[in-house]
């Protein structure tokens, strides 16, 4: 995570001036950078309780011990978004250029915008199915983190063996997409009302409402190619599998949900969801690589 955070401070201060807020944006970054060196280093003895621990300083130890382990999974949303301010900062002539290419291969392959074609022949129900599994993004990645922290036997010693490589190749996953935004910025379909003019409404009811409340509130132009989703989930869920091989099939069956749900709600074009793969199976392996390291080291 300190590499991603010091290529963001770099990229901001190279393009200051195409950044709103670039100063308090690099700021930020360097601010993190130090509060991440001052954290003691893992495996540090406060971690271990000790006997005059009640139960209470016990719970809060390790509590303390799994955010220390899993605090950069709760940066992965601010670093989304603040992919708004900088993700046509390299090309600011060009406005979401690449997304022209984007959908330029949809028609070459499909004839036409997948996006548009799968949700106009869907039905209330399937949009419901849809937005609960793109919905289920926050599902998988919480249950996945804890899932690879305590493992699937209960009161066994934590973190489970495992955890770091899956981890670690479930944030490289996120980094190395949000590392493409600002050289490869594009929308997606939802943003174009060429490509949605004339589309239904979608249907649905709990999940679909709760997509459009979170898209309303958070949603970032430009954040699209990879697809983020796509290379986070599946980079976790191919994590899981060497240790945890048939909840990694459960998340694999959830994971294919939501690959085929960024399409359908037209969040993503093709091309993200299959570069959010690709960037998936990069980063998995080499999570595993880099964890094995930090095992000799």
């Known amino acids: 995570m300190a590499g991603y955070a010091a290529f963001v401070a770099v990229f901001v201060l190279v393009h200051a001036a195409q950044i709103p807020r670039a100063p308090y944006v ?60 900088t993700v046509n900062a390299a090309t600011p002539e060009s406005p979401y250029w690449f997304e022209r290419y984007l959908i330029a291969v949809d028609r070459r392959l499909f004839g036409t915008t997948l996006a548009a074609v799968l949700s106009q022949a869907g039905n209330s129900l399937l949009d419901e199915v849809m937005h609960g599994f793109y919905l289920s993004y926050y599902v998988l990645i ?22 770091d490589a899956a981890f670690t190749g479930m944030m490289l996953g996120f980094f190395l997409s949000f590392v493409c935004y600002p050289f490869l910025p594009a929308r997606g379909p939802w943003e174009h009302p060429a490509l949605m003019e004339g589309l239904r409404p ?43 091989r048939r909840a990694a099939m459960v998340f694999g069956a959830m994971a294919l949900g939501l690959t085929v749900a960024c399409v359908y709600t037209r969040y993503h074009h093709a091309l993200d969801v299959f570069a959010g793969l690709a960037v998936a199976v990069v980063a998995a392996p080499l999570g595993r690589r880099i964890a094995a390291r930090r095992r000799q080291a």
Do not use: K, N
Not at 143 to 160: F, H, Q, Y
């Open 26 to 85: 690099a700021i930020a970054h360097a601010t993190l950078l130090v509060a991440m060196a001052l954290l003691p280093p893992r495996g540090a003895a406060w971690e271990a309780p000790r006997s005059g621990d009640g139960r209470g300083m016990r719970q809060l130890r390790a509590t303390a011990r799994f955010l220390r382990y899993t605090y950069p999974a709760l940066l992965i949303t601010p670093f989304f978004e603040e992919v708004a301010l």
């Open 142 to 163: 919480t249950a996945g983190i804890v899932l690879a922290w305590r493992g699937p036997t209960r009161g066994a010693s934590t973190p489970d063996r495992g955890f």
């Open 202 to 244: 979608f249907g649905g009811w709990a999940f679909t409402r709760a997509i459009e409340l979170i898209i309303a509130g958070a949603a970032v132009s430009g954040g699209c190619f990879p697809s983020a989703h796509v290379s986070g989930t599946w980079a976790l869920t191919l994590g899981l599998f060497p240790h945890h």
